[in-house]
């Protein structure tokens, strides 16, 4: 993946219901969490809230522009519990092994070719802590509202499919929207 990501600077934030998220966004204060593919951080800034000044986010993205303008609310906010990197997910995350209690990939996974998927679920595997949390949100395999092509979009069943590949175990799925919906996975070993 090189340059601009296919849906940079687009985000489902402002489409999910936030509260039902949140409620269902079960990491304690002081956790560490991994928002990849971030975008212009959304998802980081709620969560570094969430987590409180004891915890720390890696808001990591390709995309440079969404990072400088994250980096820049950051600064302005005086936020001192977001750490931004500018990588390709596909290729590395530059966290250390089992260094993560949680992982959001927000509506990502659908826009990875089966390659970068394969290498970004091993990566997520290794960053995270035995028992951590991956949270997927995806678009509803819907022709309905926005959100990407039919023809990328992802299915539960097929998250679920490409994920526990990886060693880990599905916890739940909700709906988090009329157009998303969250599927929660804990790391094994």
């Not at 995309?63 to 906010?77: H, K, M, T, V």
């Not at 977001?82 to 993560?100: F, G, N, Q, R, Y």
Request: glycine content about 6%.
């Amino acid at each position: 993946m090189a340059g601009k990501p296919p849906a940079a600077g687009k985000s489902s934030f402002d489409l999910i219901d936030k509260k039902r998220f949140f409620s269902l966004f079960d990491v304690p204060p002081g956790s560490t969490v991994i928002d990849l593919a971030c975008g212009t951080g959304n998802y980081s800034l709620e969560i570094a809230k969430k987590i409180g000044s004891e915890g720390i986010v890696y808001a990591i993205d390709l995309w440079a522009e969404g990072i400088e303008a994250l980096n820049i609310l950051i600064a302005n906010n005086n936020i001192t519990n977001i750490h931004t990197i500018i990588a390709d997910i596909s290729k590395e995350i530059p966290l250390e092994t089992a260094s993560a209690d949680a992982c959001l990939l927000a509506t990502v996974l659908h826009d990875l070719s089966q390659e970068a998927q394969d290498s970004s679920m091993r990566e997520v595997h290794r960053v995270l802590r035995p028992e951590g949390l991956l949270m997927i949100i995806e678009f509803k395999k819907t022709d309905k509202g926005p959100g990407p092509l039919m023809s990328i979009r992802l299915t539960e069943h097929e998250v679920a499919q490409i994920v526990t590949r990886y060693d880990f175990s599905e916890v739940s799925c909700d709906e988090i929207g009329a157009f998303n919906y969250l599927i929660k996975f804990q790391k094994n070993t």
